[in-house]
């Protein structure tokens, strides 16, 4: 599967954004789909995911209450909004597919097969 990252841009702090990830394929519903970020000098991170029938979402502690993962499986899409926005949320936002759904492994950037080009969120302050 191919992924298009898409959405991001510079906002002023404690604004929204919304993140879109495009994915190819009729495969699409097969997959966990998650959001990681990497700010430069620092590791990837896991920011956010979503199983399969989108039933249920993890977050990492640092955006919960704040971002929210939703995904469209008839879009073949999905898409991650973006609020109360800190200068500490500015990171290249990539995302990612993988085939596991086994929770322990979510957080893991090594669990998923598929990775998309990343989009750049800028948070001034």
């Known amino acids: 599967v191919q992924l298009q990252a898409s959405g991001g841009g510079l906002v002023q702090a404690g604004g929204s954004l919304r993140l879109s990830c495009a994915a190819s394929?009729?495969?699409?519903?097969?997959?966990?789909m998650a959001w990681f970020r990497q700010a430069p000098g620092k590791e990837r991170e896991f920011v956010a995911a979503i199983r399969r029938n989108g039933g249920h979402t993890y977050y990492s502690a640092s955006v919960k209450g704040r971002f929210t993962i939703s995904r469209d499986n008839a879009k073949n899409s999905v898409y991650l909004q973006m609020g109360s926005l800190k200068p500490e949320d500015t990171a290249t936002y990539y995302c990612?597919?993988?085939?596991?759904?086994?929770?322990?492994?979510?957080?893991?950037?090594?669990?998923?097969?598929?990775w998309g080009q990343g989009t750049q969120v800028t948070v001034s302050s």
């Open positions: 394929g009729s495969t699409f519903r097969s997959y966990t």
């Open positions: 990612a597919a993988s085939r596991s759904e086994i929770l322990s492994s979510l957080q893991y950037f090594t669990s998923y097969n598929y």
